[in-house]
Every structure is written in C-alpha cells, then in structure tokens.
C-alpha cells in the first residue's frame, strides 16, 4: 500500500499584502479562460504567492466565497504543479459557481501547464 500524497495550501504561498497585491496587477500579465483570469508576474522570492479573489459582480458574499473555495481547493490540488518564482492572482468567474469542479481542474491544469512554458 503506497502513501497517501500529502495535499497542503500554506500560508507562506499565500498572497496576502495590498502592497504585493498591487504590485502583481500594476506589473503582471492576464490572461483569460472560461472560468477565471489570472495576473502573472515574476516573484521576489524563492516561491511564488497565490491569491484567489471574487469580484462583487458574482453577487452575494456567500457566492463569492464559494467561488472562491472552489477555485483553492483546484489550486491545492495542483500546487506541485504551479510555476515556480511566478506570483498569481486568480480572478474568479460567475460560471465557477455552477461548473463541474472536474473542470474547474483541469482548467487550472492548462493554466499551470502554459505558464510553465
């Protein structure tokens, strides 16, 4: 029986400064797909920083929260997957609220895989 491989979100991947947070969109690159935006920019650190926000377009805060969950738990999923030394920002969609999560995977997984070119 193999190990269960071990799926973590840690804080210190966590964008969470206004001021980083500034500095990804003032600097970064979008680029678009059906269920979210992304803004890329290269990291100052060793690891990039990833952040997940909803804009008050997608309605009530509890959609935007689960909007929100649903777009993490795909990122967590696939965190050994993210571009190294690249500071993300994802902008969630309105259709994430109604998307199969599977979907919602894979286009995390396309995302990670172009940005890794």
Known sequence: ????Q?????VERRLRDKSHFQAVFKSGRWNHTLYYQV???PAKTEFGKIAVASPKKIGK??????CKRRVKEAIRLLLADAPPQTDLIFLTKPIVLTAEFSHIVDAVKATFSKLNK
């Open 6 to 10: 071990h799926y973590e979100f840690p």
């Open 39 to 41: 803004i890329s920019s």
């Open 61 to 66: 805060a509890h959609d935007r929260n689960r």
């Open 1 to 4: 029986m193999q190990p269960s």
